[in-house]
């Protein structure tokens, strides 16, 4: 079983749309939760920060991480043809210098 | 806004030379990283380093690989005997208080 499992997709949705994107991850010891842009051949760039579970929102964009279940999600609201991208879960043990383990990414196309 | 800063953005080399990829983190953070990803594959952690020593690394970091940081500010990968699998976009990011940011990367293409 992978560490972190995330769907490829890609995900096509018409502007406007609420968009979902979602992790499973299998190492209870995970306590903090990152979520990444990445633009084609671009670097990640950071979105959503949060530790352990509950929500964070951060103008359209909401993090949710459910430790219970292993599961932590990414909602973009009335997404916008410029959030296409492909959208990395990440996540570590603690805040300093272990490493980060990222999905696979999902790439989301928002149609005009 | 402070940023992770990369050079060179594209290397081309022939296999078996050497490669050194430069990188300034952020001046305030204390962690630093490289992380490699192959074109359509997901992104993988190489390498940490904290206090001037690695903190930890990871099995592709074998030792073909080396970091160093030469002064205050800079913070280089050195690839030794490339070989055509280590084609990639390879990302330095640095870290704080948790939050990791990455540099736009820089590609590295071995023919």
């Known amino acids: 079983q992978k560490e972190v499992e995330q769907d490829p997709g890609p995900l096509s949705v018409p502007e406007g749309a609420i968009v979902s994107l979602n992790c499973t991850y299998s190492?209870?010891?995970?306590?903090?939760f990152m979520w990444y842009r990445q633009y084609s051949r671009k670097g990640p760039e950071l979105l959503m920060y949060t530790y352990s579970s509950g929500n964070k929102e951060d103008g359209r964009f909401t993090a949710q991480v459910d430790k219970s279940s292993k599961y932590i999600s990414l909602f973009i609201r009335d997404s916008q043809p410029s959030d296409s991208a492909t959208y990395l879960c990440a996540m570590n043990r603690s805040g300093g210098y272990q490493k980060v383990t990222f999905g696979t990414g999902t790439k989301l196309q928002v149609i005009p | 806004e402070p940023e992770v800063t990369q050079t060179p953005s594209h290397q081309v080399t022939q296999m078996g030379q050497e490669v050194i990829l430069r990188c300034v983190p952020i001046?305030?953070?204390?962690?630093f990283y490289w992380y490699r990803q192959i074109l359509g594959q997901k992104v993988e952690f190489l390498v940490s380093?904290?206090?001037?020593?690695?903190?930890?690394k990871s099995e592709i970091f074998d030792d073909q690989f080396s970091v160093e940081r030469p002064d205050g500010s800079n913070f280089t990968l050195k690839i030794r005997s490339t070989k055509l699998e280590d084609s990639a976009m390879y990302f330095c990011?640095?870290?704080?208080?948790?939050?990791?940011?990455f540099g736009e990367g820089s590609r590295l293409t071995v023919l």
């Open positions: 990011a640095s870290m704080d208080t948790g939050e990791l940011f």
């Open positions: 380093f904290y206090n001037n020593e690695i903190s930890e």
């Open positions: 190492n209870s010891a995970f306590q903090y």
């Open positions: 001046s305030n953070h204390l962690y």
